[in-house]
């Protein structure tokens, strides 16, 4: 059965400041999604990553993917207060398989 | 741009009512999904539906849930008799293909009493 994990669960940042969002998987997957959520708000997407290397940046956010490890990894660069948040991976698990597994999410608070 | 639409946004019910949740999905979407979200944890997928029937369901969607597409436009889950712990945020997604990014709904907020 597919787990999906990440970490840290919970993070305070100062603005400025560089971080990194880890999300491992347990078996193997066909494609890995990361999701943003802010509070009492829906999930909006924010990246897809298909294949082994693959790397997607939108503005201070990086994600990339490594099928071999099971690991997918979010970068935050030069955090600023808008990006306070909840960041979600989600992993579907390698087959003709439509369900996303979803990580617990990490909190990010990001501080003047 | 094309959203995912959900109604209510919010829904108070009594332990054993019926509730219908609505979703209209992005319109060229083909694939449809239901998820909760129990209030602070993780989000959990209940179904997903593709052609007028159920492609996968969790163990979570069992006979006391269902999910009807009545028409071209709009996306149901009902849940038969609500029991407390069927209180959480519900979020109707969309996508073009089962591949494709799924677009979610802003949620129904349900709370069983």
């Known amino acids: 059965e597919l787990k999906v994990e990440q970490n840290p669960l919970f993070l305070s940042m100062q603005e400025g400041k560089n971080y990194t969002i880890y999300c491992n998987y347990s078996t193997t997957s066909d494609r890995l999604y990361w999701y943003r959520q802010d509070p009492g708000k829906s999930l909006e997407s924010l990246f897809v990553?298909?294949?082994n290397g693959a790397v997607k940046q939108e503005g201070r956010l990086m994600a990339s993917l490594d099928t071999k490890a099971r690991l997918s990894t979010l970068h935050i660069t030069a955090a600023v207060h808008d990006l306070s948040a909840t960041y979600f991976c989600?992993?579907?698990?390698?087959?003709?398989?439509?369900?996303?597994?979803w990580g617990l999410g990490t909190s990010l608070a990001v501080n003047p | 741009e094309p959203e995912v639409t959900q109604t209510p946004s919010h829904q108070v019910t009594q332990m054993g009512q019926e509730v219908i949740l609505r979703c209209v999905p992005i319109s060229n979407h083909l694939y449809f999904y239901w998820y909760r979200q129990i209030l602070g944890q993780k989000v959990e997928f209940l179904v997903s539906?593709?052609?007028?029937?159920?492609?996968?369901k969790s163990e979570i969607f069992d006979d006391q849930f269902s999910v009807e597409r009545p028409d071209g436009s709009n996306f149901t889950l009902k849940i038969r008799s609500t029991k407390l712990e069927d209180s959480a945020m519900y979020f109707c997604?969309?996508?073009?293909?089962?591949?494709?990014?799924?677009?979610f709904g802003p949620g129904t907020r349900l709370l069983v009493l």
């Open positions: 989600a992993v579907v698990a390698a087959g003709n398989n439509r369900k996303l597994i």
């Open positions: 997604a969309s996508s073009e293909d089962w591949q494709e990014t799924q677009y």
């Open positions: 990553l298909l294949s």
């Open positions: 539906f593709y052609n007028n029937e159920i492609s996968e």
